[in-house]
């Protein structure tokens, strides 16, 4: 089993910048793939973000030149900061990892851009 805790969340006004944080605890197989998922009212989740390996991210297109996702492997925490924050950033993000074949999900921190 995987814990995950978020941190960061808040309300920022556009053009802004946020560093969401998440934590992962417990027992288990290595974590090889941290990342971040996004959900606004309505809407599917969507990835933000991942790292694989603690190297290789992949980002979706809106966000590419604006967020960076690092992973600090001795903390077993991965960070997503987030420039140049736009009102379509406002979401609750949640962050994921991947341990073995098991996928898990922290409980969300709300992000809310004002314009």
């Known amino acids: 089993q995987v814990q995950l805790v978020e941190s960061g969340g808040g309300l920022v006004q556009a053009g802004g910048s946020l560093r969401l944080s998440c934590v992962a605890s417990?027992?288990?197989?290595?974590?090889?793939?941290m990342g971040w998922y996004r959900q606004t009212p309505g809407k599917q989740r969507e990835l933000v973000g991942v790292i694989t390996n603690g190297v290789t991210t992949n980002y979706v297109d809106s966000v590419k030149g604006r967020f960076t996702i690092s992973r600090d492997n001795a903390k077993n925490t991965v960070y997503l900061q987030m420039n140049s924050l736009r009102p379509e950033d406002t979401a609750v993000y949640y962050c994921?990892?991947?341990?073995?074949?098991?996928?898990?999900w922290g409980q969300g921190t709300q992000v809310t851009v004002s314009s």
């Open positions: 994921t990892a991947r341990s073995g074949l098991r996928v898990y």
């Open positions: 417990g027992n288990g197989p290595s974590i090889n793939r």
